[in-house]
T-cell receptor, first 112, second 111 residues
Framework: ELKVEQNPLFLSMQEGKNYTIYCNYS?????LYWYRQDPGKSLESLFV?????AVKQEGRLMASLDTKARLSTLHITAAVHDLSATYFC????????????FGEGTQLTVNP | NAGVTQTPKFQVLKTGQSMTLQCAQD?????MYWYRQDPGMGLRLIYY???????DKGEVPNGYNVSRLNKREFSLRLESAAPSQTSVYFC??????????FGPGTRLTVL
């Protein structure tokens, strides 16, 4: 059974600081996705990582994938309040077709 | 291009009542999914449909049934609602390798 673990689950940081959210998964996969969810809203796709070593960047967020370590990171650079949200990683296990297994989510609060 | 739409947005049921949640997508995706989201538990897959005419159980299928009506529509039915089914329900659709696109969600309360 594929398990996906994120840490930390809760993150409170100051504006202007850097931080990294980690996503570990338990079985072989080379497809990993990051989503953002604002309170009371749906999930919005942030990044699609489809191969070992993939790196994607959008604004102050950068995601990477190391399939050998079964690890993805979401790095936040110079955080701003607008980045406050819950971030989910999701893994497409090779035996599950297009089924995704989600992590529990990291609730990020950026304080002024 | 509306993406993924869901109806209703909110619903309150009494224990034992039945209802159907509707989902439609206009992106011509083959695969569609139903998830539930509970506080602190992320998203859990209820059922999915890899293509028109097929459906399969996910992680938490008990108490639910689904119908893939056509390529666009995928409905979720609660035959006899229970308080444990109080949750937010999301429908999603995808093509392989593209990630999933989510609908706005249905907030269901079972009293």
């Amino acid at each position: 059974e594929l398990k996906v673990e994120q840490n930390p689950l809760f993150l409170s940081m100051q504006e202007g600081k850097n931080y990294t959210i980690y996503c570990n998964y338990s079985t072989t996969s080379d497809r990993l996705y990051w989503y953002r969810q604002d309170p009371g809203k749906s999930l919005e796709s942030l990044f699609v990582l489809l191969s070992n070593g993939a790196v994607k960047q959008e604004g102050r967020l950068m995601a990477s994938l190391d399939t050998k370590a079964r690890l993805s990171t979401l790095h936040i650079t110079a955080a701003v309040h607008d980045l406050s949200a819950t971030y989910f990683c999701a893994v497409d296990g090779k035996t599950s077709g297009s089924r995704l297994t989600f992590g529990e989510g990291t609730q990020l609060t950026v304080n002024p | 291009n509306a993406g993924v739409t869901q109806t209703p947005k909110f619903q309150v049921l009494k224990t034992g009542q039945s209802m159907t949640l509707q989902c439609a997508q206009d992106m011509n995706h083959n695969s569609m999914y139903w998830y539930r989201q509970d506080p602190g538990m992320g998203l859990r897959l209820i059922y999915y449909s890899a293509s028109e005419g097929t459906t399969d159980k996910g992680e938490v299928p008990n108490g639910y049934n689904v119908s893939r009506l056509n390529k666009r529509e995928f409905s979720l039915r609660l035959e006899s609602a229970a308080p444990s089914q109080t949750s937010v329900y999301f429908c999603a659709s995808s093509e392989p390798g593209q990630g999933q696109y989510f609908g706005p969600g249905t907030r269901l309360t079972v009293l």
